[in-house]
């Protein structure tokens, strides 16, 4: 198991659409963290007021700072966002789960041997896990899609069996 959840700014925006960020708090017994360039975009959406505004505090920030995290970087901008880019750089380096929904990023990580997740699992990860009701993470779904999530699915019951 990673030591750390790297979180993408996917994640963090479907989320705060529906005002439960603090359910990724609940889902993960490892920390979680985000790429000071995930937080910059996130920060972007809050201020064009595309995404609401919401502590992020309890995230430890972190970046790329090994050459190899920098040279992985760049090898990925040119196909990637910073956000997502620097993301996968940290979570290859340091051996960190990712949390993207990015379908770009989530085929770039899993090439790369990264074990990645995303909304759903994570919704899934909550309810497998006595966290929150069937019925509850159906209807966040429900609402995140309203909010502009393309989701691969539109009720989680199939993902859980």
């Known amino acids: 198991m990673s030591s750390k ?30 790429a000071r360039e995930v937080k910059e975009e996130y920060q972007v959406g809050v201020r064009k007021r595309i995404i609401p505004d919401c502590d ?23 196909k990637l966002a910073n956000g997502e880019a620097s993301s996968i750089a940290i979570a290859l380096c340091r051996n960190y789960k990712l949390l993207t929904d990015d379908l770009d990023a989530r085929r770039t990580a899993q090439r790369k041997g990264i074990n990645v997740s995303g909304t759903i699992g994570v919704l899934a990860n909550l309810v497998q ?3 929150l009701g069937l019925e509850e993470a159906n209807h966040l779904l429900r609402a995140m899609i309203n909010k502009g999530f393309f989701s691969p699915v539109s009720i989680l019951d199939d993902c859980l069996s």
Do not use: G, Y
């Open 5 to 34: 959840v790297i979180v993408d700014n996917t994640i963090l925006s479907n989320f705060a659409s529906v005002e439960k960020l603090h359910l990724l708090k609940k889902a993960f017994s490892e920390p979680l963290v985000i």
């Open 129 to 131: 896990n006595d966290l």
């Open 56 to 78: 992020l505090s309890w995230l430890e920030e972190v970046h790329c700072v090994t050459d190899v995290e920098k040279e992985q970087f760049s090898l990925m901008r040119s």
